[in-house]
């Protein structure tokens, strides 16, 4: 089992930054990846950053690779996302995941069904 414990959110202004933090309840580096998604009210979950725990190399979708970095302390076991020049659309709630069930790599695993592992999330607000 794993827990993970989200952190960091709030509101913020368009153009503002954000860090949030996933502490996970074990090594970060014996679960291979972890990653960021991210629900809007009505649309489907989406994945924003992914990170291979035990190399440290990322990966990110399009739209966020410009503005987003997702990063790791080892000696922390957490996992972070800084997010800048945040805009309205960046609203959501923030979650992290793990996955546990096997490596991939080196391909990706993208999708939310991929990770076992959530955390309660946490909401992140950007006004105009």
């Known amino acids: 089992q794993v827990q993970l414990v989200e952190s960091g959110g709030g509101s913020v202004q368009a153009g503002g930054s954000l860090r949030l933090s996933c502490a996970a309840s074990?090594?970060?580096?014996?679960?291979?990846?972890m990653a960021w998604f991210r629900q809007a009210p009505g649309k489907e979950r989406e994945g924003v950053a992914f990170i291979y725990t035990p190399g440290q190399q990322t990966s990110y979708a399009d739209s966020m690779k410009a503005r987003f970095t997702i990063s790791q302390d080892n000696a922390k076991n957490t996992v972070y996302l800084q997010m800048n020049s945040l805009k309205p659309e960046d609203t959501a709630m923030y979650y992290c995941?793990?996955?546990?069930?096997?490596?991939?790599?080196?391909?990706?695993?993208?999708?939310?069904?991929?990770?076992?592992?959530w955390g309660q999330g946490t909401q992140v607000t950007v006004s105009s």
């Open positions: 995941a793990a996955r546990t069930a096997g490596t991939t790599w080196p391909l990706w695993p993208l999708e939310s069904h991929d990770y076992n592992y």
């Open positions: 074990q090594n970060i580096r014996s679960i291979n990846f």
